[in-house]
């Protein structure tokens, strides 16, 4: 399978501990995004990187937020100190061009406790 | 920002039938993208169809096509034929041209086909 691939698809932990997502992009598509999505909204914007470098980041992504994307191959985000509102679906995405659609990945549910 | 609307929260279909989702959108920008996202019970979102914007021409796919009112900054999408499969969140997505760097996104609708 050559889509987008998200690890792990679940994630349970308690308030107060941190995270990590890994998000595997397909693999000629240099531009990788990360998105929320929360029970009955559609996704929302987090950050976007082209290649290694991470170009655009949300309001959203609060300082307990970090993203990287070592080489420009996977990413990974990391909340730390989660908080029960950072319970939701985390979706990476990416695309070959600004100009094409972009691809998604299952997504990592996370749930705080 | 660009905000997308989608004011059908659910909308349900005979399977056979056809039905028309709504989806408008607010921008200033002459250049853009516009989509359709299908994303099915705890399955991965997939793209159903793509509207260029500087294209007058309706964008069609099999069964899938859209009906974009530039003017009008309206951009349905109707299924014809509805199968079982389509049974799903519908999502309408923006993407500026010149500051590509994120889609904007409706809150979905949730569509149910009966059989």
């Known amino acids: 399978d050559t889509g987008v691939s998200q690890d792990p698809r679940h994630k349970i932990t308690k308030r107060g501990q941190n995270v990590t997502f890994r998000c595997d992009p397909i693999s000629e598509h240099n531009r990788l995004y990360w998105y929320r999505q929360t029970l009955g909204q559609g996704p929302e914007f987090l950050t976007y990187f082209q290649n290694e470098a991470q170009l655009e980041k949300s309001r959203l992504l609060s300082d307990r937020f970090s993203a990287e994307r070592p080489k420009g191959s996977f990413s990974t985000l990391e909340i730390q100190r989660t908080e029960q509102g950072d319970s939701a679906m985390y979706l990476c995405?990416?695309?070959?061009?600004?100009?094409?659609?972009?691809?998604f990945g299952q997504g990592t549910r996370l749930t705080v406790v | 920002a660009q905000t997308v609307t989608q004011s059908q929260p659910e909308m349900s279909v005979q399977e056979a039938e056809t039905v028309t989702l709504s989806c408008t959108y607010d921008?200033?920008?002459?250049?853009?993208?516009l989509f359709w996202y299908k994303q099915p019970p705890s399955r991965q979102m997939i793209l159903v169809i793509r509207q260029e914007a500087y294209k007058q021409q309706n964008a069609t796919e099999n069964r899938f096509s859209v009906n974009f009112q530039k003017a009008a900054k309206s951009f349905s999408l109707k299924i014809s034929d509805s199968q079982l499969g389509d049974a799903a969140m519908y999502f309408c997505a923006y993407r500026s041209h010149n500051t590509g760097n994120q889609f904007y996104f409706g809150t979905g609708t949730s569509l149910t086909v009966i059989p």
């Open positions: 995405a990416s695309s070959l061009k600004a100009a094409t659609e972009a691809f």
């Open positions: 921008t200033s920008e002459s250049d853009y993208y």
